[in-house]
């Protein structure tokens, strides 16, 4: 083999792994913009109709501290599964008015949703879902799963959720749940 050949071939290996980079450890740009999917982002957004409301369920924080309860309540209509995720998305981490109480950190905002054509929704929140988490693997637990059970449970589009702090994957909240892959709906942690 001559050198040439020998720094094309290193070359193209050099090339392919930092585009494999790019596209699995990079900042996830690709993930799209706030509440867009493959179908929405060929097509202009439409606003959601003014006041339009669906019902969906929501979870939080059970009397025992240890499941949570699902709460069914009215979500303004999104228009298309990822412009709805955020619509569910932005309800669940609303502040909850009381008794209810919420297991997603206060101040935790929604920054963006993208949902593939596999049903994996990427729900990208705010660094306070992590930094501002009060800690334990139950508290960690409901804290996931209000997320995902809220999103799965909701829209059958969406199969997996998988959660993203600041724009990047996370093996964690809080040291407890792996988030290194999109899970499933899990009622196992509904009373």
């Known amino acids: 083999m001559t050198p ?12 392919s792994a930092a585009l494999v980079w790019l ?3 990079g900042l996830p740009r690709w993930y799209g913009s706030p509440a867009t999917s493959a179908a929405a982002a060929a097509a202009p957004s439409a606003p959601a109709a003014a006041g339009r ?6 979870f939080y924080v059970g009397d025992d501290g240890a499941r949570l309860v699902g709460v069914e ?17 932005s309800a669940q981490i609303a502040p909850a008015a009381d008794p209810l109480v919420s297991a997603v950190p206060p101040g ?11 049903g994996d929704a ?18 960690e637990l409901l804290t ?4 995902v059970n809220a999103v799965t449970a909701n829209l059958p589009a969406v199969t997996a959720v998988q959660l993203l702090i600041d724009g990047k994957p996370v093996e964690t909240l809080a040291g ?16």
């Open 108 to 118: 935790t905002s929604l920054r963006a949703v993208f949902v593939t054509e596999k």
């Open 176 to 191: 407890h749940v792996d988030l290194r892959r999109p899970l499933e709906k899990n009622l196992a942690w509904v009373q």
């Open 4 to 15: 040439q050949r020998t720094g094309v071939i290193a070359g193209v290996g050099v090339a």
């Open 23 to 25: 596209l699995f450890f």
């Open 122 to 139: 990427y729900v990208d929140l705010s660094r306070e879902a992590s930094a501002a988490h009060p800690g334990g693997s139950l508290n």
């Open 73 to 89: 309540r009215d979500v303004p209509f999104g228009e298309g599964t990822a412009q709805q995720a955020k619509e569910i998305i």
């Open 144 to 147: 996931v799963y209000t997320i």
């Open 53 to 58: 409301k669906i019902k969906a369920r929501l």
